[in-house]
Every structure is written in C-alpha cells, then in structure tokens.
C-alpha cells in the first residue's frame, strides 16, 4: 500500500503555505493543481482560485468526491491532515464529521488531535 498525504488547498493550485507547503516539498504536490490526487498526495479544496475561503457545504462536496475516490482506491492509504482548519480557519468540529463513515484505508492526522485548535 502506498501512503497519501490528504491536505486543504485552493483552486487555483498555489501550495504556498501548510499542509499544501508541505505537500509541494515531500509528497509531490503539483504547484497549479488545486484538487486530487498528485504524486503522494491529495487535495481537498478549501479555499477558491481568488485564495477566498469556501463555504462549508462546498468543502463538504469536495470531501465527498474525495471518499469516494479513497473507496476506490483500497490499494492506498490515506492520512488525512485537519483541511480548512488553518488558513481558511474554520474549526476541527466545524470539518471532522464531513469525515464520517470514511473508508477503513483513510486515517487522521496526529495533528487532527491538538486541542487548541
């Protein structure tokens, strides 16, 4: 099984901070795609192509389509960091339950348990 690392981006692909930061630098993130699966990571939308925070129940549809491509994916494992809980500043109660009933190959992050956020 290969590992995914799962992070909040925007549409217009600019991974310049975060998780997307992160995702550009180890995991083979494709600056200038803002959604799916690129090299050894995923992204989520969180935010839109003006860098513009999306409403939840937009985010929720992006995480849909993102458990249904991990449903298809049982060959990978995806670790899942706390999207839209940083820069687009919502809160890890705000976005955990759209994880709900996630496929047994998806995981959260360690840093899914910080307290403080």
């Known amino acids: 099984m290969s590992d ?3 992070f909040g ?4 692909g600019r991974h310049g901070a975060g998780a997307a930061r992160s995702a550009v630098l180890h995991h083979g993130a494709i600056y200038g795609q ?3 699966l690129q090299g050894q990571s995923y992204g989520i939308p969180t935010k839109d192509e003006r860098i513009e925070t999306l409403p939840l129940p937009v985010i929720e549809m992006h995480v849909r389509h993102f458990l249904a491509f991990a ?3 049982p060959d990978l494992t995806f670790y899942i960091t706390p999207i839209g809980c940083g820069l687009a500043g ?3 109660p705000q976005i955990r339950p759209m994880f709900d009933g ?3 190959n998806c995981r959260f992050a ?3 348990e910080d307290p403080d956020l």
């Open 9 to 12: 981006s925007n549409l217009a």
């Open 34 to 36: 803002g959604i799916g």
């Open 110 to 112: 360690e840093t899914w």
């Open 90 to 92: 919502y809160k890890r």
């Open 102 to 104: 996630m496929p047994e």
């Open 4 to 6: 995914i690392f799962v």
């Open 71 to 73: 449903r298809s994916r």
